[in-house]
């Protein structure tokens, strides 16, 4: 019976491993941002999820292409996070601002 605990416990472990391996951002900035070019943000920290052109990736993140958003709304969005989107509060000011215009000038 002991064997089974323990053969119980390493499943549940490597789950939990897998799970936070694909639920974690690693390329996520925690410090910080308030300028920056828009394009290079989005590259480091959006494009994991909504594609390296915002056409989406699966299940990860919407597509972001054509969408022509307003640029409150994408603010807004980023800044408080939204369904499967983490709020990304450390993205401020000028950061903030030149993201969201690059995102809506995606093709």
Not at 41 to 64: D, F, M, S, W
Request: glycine content about 14%; hydrophobic content about 40%; aromatic content about 8%.
């Amino acid at each position: 019976m002991g064997k089974w605990v323990v053969v119980s416990f390493l499943v549940l472990g490597g789950a939990f491993v897998v799970f936070l391996l694909i639920f974690q951002n690693p390329r996520q900035e925690r410090t910080l941002l308030t300028t920056g070019d828009g394009a290079a943000i989005y590259r480091q920290t959006c494009a994991v999820c909504h594609g390296a052109r915002g056409e989406g990736k699966g299940g990860l993140g919407n597509p972001l292409r054509g969408r022509n958003l307003p640029l409150a709304y994408i603010k807004e969005v980023i800044t408080r996070g939204k369904n499967k989107m983490p709020a990304l509060p450390h993205i401020q000011g000028d950061a903030l601002e030149n993201v969201a215009r690059f995102v809506n000038r995606l093709p």
